[in-house]
């Protein structure tokens, strides 16, 4: 492949890469997957396990409503471990964990077999049944990983909301889900603190009904409220009898739903991204093992948090269908000390690393010396996810932290989307920054306004052509929303609320969110969730918030508020409204900066144009104002 000519500054794999590589021919693999798109798929199913075959690989007949291997019967928590406790990868790791204090775990799949049965049999017990929902809210410790496979197994649909967010995004999401029982941790420790999980989701429980059992898991061991008859330690149920270490698994239907995933969209309340067992398992399956090139004898580590798609698809359920071994790491990259990740490398002999560009940009501003301290020869690919990398990092993470024999497979993909969409495998020439191409058979635009195709190198909405496995099959309780969300804008496209531009060479280049999203250190919150935060303090009378590029983040959030009469500005007003957005939605969506004004841009219509704002930060021309009210 090293004779392609390709424009601008390109990196071609190094021999070893290639002759490890699982996909060895990509141009030859894309082939395949164009040349039969369902067979593709199909092949790839395969390797899974079903109790009834498909009759169907997809069925388009009520679009955008697809499904996939319709008429299959499956469970994707046997795929992920009955299958291989009967086998010798019984006696493989699944899971290595290791705590922020330091603290060490370590599952095979006998053990993860185990304990999750018993987690499963503790919700039977709690009346817990096919297609119900189980709100789990926890730091990055195993049982996290348990809880979400043990809902899997018994047909349950969890709602993992991540340990970050607080009272009121907490509050909303076992509201929306209806959930009957929330999992929770007593805290989770965050750079030496504690995260007060248990005291957030009692808060949360008193604005929010239906919860009828709530499950404790001891982690950091502080005093805690328990409620008598609602409230009851994991440890304590894990002990009796009912928690025995065989359950019956559900038999479910491909298209059953196996969870939902709260995400932030352009308006209103967030959305509940669904996916179902079928074609989810086959698309994480599958693009993790060609994507990661993964091995049996490999150490995955993918550092994102369980609490977001990342972690769901690539951190529990594609490295167990694969039968990998997956380290999970509980804290921070820089704490204490900014060579953390480097140490746990090392220690662990981590062949494969998956993180995002804020956490490269946080850890290259420390230094090489931190960086080579330290023996990573294990390392043999990178990842990147969750915003577009700057090509400075990506030199320096290719360099410094790879060796400069380690390809990046910079991956584009969303909460919708399930699995990678666009990006290489590890023999495609690289160009920092871009996601390369797309995935065997998926088919991408850019389009204009007008739903023209734009020429290359010209910025417009990314769009997809075609139906995968792993895509969002509905919003769970809203499907005209999803219709409207995701299918209205360009008829029979799926709309991702990026814009992009494609090179000469094919080479895609996300440029970021077109949307109300804003991406702060690659968490996605919506602006409506941080104003309608600012707006329930007694002091706001009207919010707006917007994203500006920052060093670190990639983009940081700032706010513009009205005070209602009887309120002046104030440097503690404004500490006190970042502490409520920080109590409300998380400590991830403070506003940086929050600038008291008397008015706001609006359309005739009311609706803020948060583009005029970010226009006069940036100094940039705002564009067209003729919907400005004056
Ligand atoms: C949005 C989706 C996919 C898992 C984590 C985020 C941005 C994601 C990349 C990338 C440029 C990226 C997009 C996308 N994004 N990966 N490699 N390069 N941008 O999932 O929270 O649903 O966010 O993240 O803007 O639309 P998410």
């Given at each position: 492949m090293a004779d392609q000519k390709l424009n601008g500054e390109v990196f071609f794999p190094k021999e070893d890469t290639i002759n490890n590589a699982i996909v060895k021919d990509w141009n030859q693999f894309k082939l395949k997957a164009e040349e039969n798109y369902i067979g593709f798929w199909e092949e790839e199913a395969e390797n899974l396990h079903w109790f009834k075959r498909w009759d169907k690989v997809l069925d388009d007949s009520e679009k955008p409503f697809y499904k996939w291997f319709t008429g299959a019967k499956t469970n994707i928590s046997f795929n992920c471990l009955d299958v291989h406790v009967k086998t010798a990868r019984r006696n493989k790791l699944a899971l290595i964990w290791e705590g922020e204090k330091g603290e060490f775990e370590a599952m095979s799949y006998y053990r993860l077999h185990q304990e999750t049965c018993r987690f499963a049999n503790i919700l039977k017990s709690m009346g817990v049944v096919?297609?119900?929902?189980?709100?789990?809210?926890?730091?990055?410790?195993?049982?996290?990983?348990?809880?979400?496979?043990?809902?899997?197994?018994?047909?349950?649909?969890?709602?993992?909301?991540?340990?970050?967010?607080?009272?009121?995004?907490?509050?909303?999401?076992?509201?929306?889900?209806q959930s009957k029982v929330l999992i929770v941790a007593d805290g989770a420790y965050q750079r030496g603190k504690i995260v007060p999980l248990k005291e957030i989701a009692d808060e949360a429980l008193k604005r929010a009904g239906g919860i009828e059992h709530v499950i404790v898991v001891k982690r950091t061991g502080q005093d805690i409220n328990m409620e008598f008859g609602r409230d009851m330690w994991y440890h304590e149920l894990r002990s009796l009898p009912i928690a025995n270490n065989d359950c019956v698994l559900e038999i479910m239907d491909a298209e059953d739903p196996l969870f939902i995933l709260y995400t932030s969209g352009t308006t209103g309340k967030p959305k509940a991204i669904l996916h179902t067992h079928g074609g989810y398992q086959v698309g994480v399956y599958?693009?993790?093992?060609?994507?990661?090139?993964?091995?049996?004898?490999?150490?995955?580590?993918?550092?994102?948090?369980?609490?977001?798609?990342?972690?769901?698809?690539?951190?529990?359920?594609?490295?167990?269908?694969?039968?990998?071994?997956?380290?999970?790491?509980?804290?921070?990259?820089?704490?204490?000390?900014?060579?953390?990740?480097?140490?746990?490398?090392?220690?662990?002999?981590?062949?494969?690393?998956?993180?995002?560009?804020?956490?490269?940009?946080?850890?290259?501003?420390?230094?090489?010396?931190?960086?080579?301290?330290?023996?990573?020869?294990?390392?043999?690919?990178?990842?990147?996810?969750?915003?577009?990398?700057?090509?400075?990092?990506?030199?320096?993470?290719?360099?410094?932290?790879?060796?400069?024999?380690?390809?990046?497979?910079?991956?584009?993909?969303?909460?919708?989307?399930?699995?990678?969409?666009?990006?290489?495998?590890?023999?495609?020439?690289l160009k920092p920054g871009s996601g390369t191409k797309a995935f065997p058979g998926l088919q991408f635009d850019i389009l204009d306004e007008n739903g023209d195709k734009v020429a290359d190198n010209e910025e417009g909405y990314l769009v997809i052509k075609n139906p995968w496995p792993a895509m969002i099959r509905t919003l769970w309780g809203d499907p005209?929303?999803?219709?409207?969300?995701?299918?209205?804008?360009?008829?029979?496209?799926?709309?991702?609320?990026?814009?992009?531009?494609?090179?000469?060479?094919?080479?895609?280049?996300?440029?970021?969110?077109?949307?109300?999203?804003?991406?702060?250190?690659?968490?996605?919150?919506?602006?409506?969730?941080?104003?309608?935060?600012?707006?329930?303090?007694?002091?706001?009378?009207?919010?707006?918030?917007?994203?500006?590029?920052?060093?670190?983040?990639?983009?940081?959030?700032?706010?513009?508020?009205?005070?209602?009469?009887?309120?002046?500005?104030?440097?503690?007003?404004?500490?006190?409204?970042?502490?409520?957005?920080?109590?409300?939605?998380?400590?991830?969506?403070?506003?940086?900066?929050?600038?008291?004004?008397?008015?706001?841009?609006?359309?005739?219509?009311?609706?803020?144009?948060?583009?005029?704002?970010?226009?006069?930060?940036?100094?940039?021309?705002?564009?067209?104002?003729?919907?400005?009210?004056?």
């Open positions: 096919k297609g119900d929902r189980v709100t789990i809210y926890m730091g990055r410790i195993p049982e996290i990983a348990i809880a979400m496979l043990a809902c899997a197994r018994i047909g349950a649909i969890h709602s993992v909301v991540y340990g970050g967010f607080s009272v009121e995004s907490l509050h909303e999401r076992i509201e929306d889900s599958s693009t993790l093992k060609y994507v990661f090139d993964l091995k049996d004898e490999d150490r995955y580590w993918c550092a994102a948090d369980p609490g977001w798609i990342t972690g769901h698809s690539y951190i529990v359920y594609g490295p167990l269908l694969n039968g990998a071994t997956s380290f999970m790491y509980e804290g921070a990259p820089n704490y204490p000390y900014p060579n953390r990740y480097w140490q746990m490398i090392e220690k662990y002999g981590i062949n494969i690393l998956y993180t995002s560009p804020t956490a490269i940009r946080g850890l290259m501003r420390f230094g090489d010396a931190w960086v080579n301290r330290h023996d990573l020869s294990s390392l043999r690919i990178l990842g990147s996810v969750g915003e577009p990398i700057n090509p400075e990092a990506w030199k320096w993470y290719y360099k410094t932290v790879g060796k400069g024999k380690c390809p990046i497979m910079d991956t584009w993909w969303q909460t919708e989307t399930g699995m990678f969409m666009i990006t290489p495998t590890p023999t495609v020439p005209e929303r999803y219709v409207q969300q995701y299918w209205s804008k360009y008829p029979g496209y799926y709309l991702t609320g990026d814009s992009a531009k494609r090179d000469e060479d094919g080479y895609f280049w996300v440029i970021g969110r077109v949307d109300d999203v804003i991406k702060v250190s690659g968490y996605r919150l919506g602006t409506a969730e941080i104003e309608s935060a600012l707006v329930s303090h007694k002091a706001v009378a009207e919010a707006a918030a917007i994203g500006l590029p920052h060093e670190i983040k990639g983009n940081a959030i700032y706010a513009y508020v009205i005070l209602r009469a009887g309120f002046e500005q104030s440097d503690e007003l404004f500490e006190e409204l970042r502490q409520h957005v920080g109590h409300e939605v998380g400590p991830i969506a403070k506003p940086e900066q929050i600038k008291f004004v008397n008015s706001l841009p609006k359309t005739r219509s009311g609706k803020i144009m948060r583009r005029v704002l970010k226009a006069k930060e940036l100094g940039l021309d705002p564009g067209n104002l003729s919907t400005l009210e004056e």
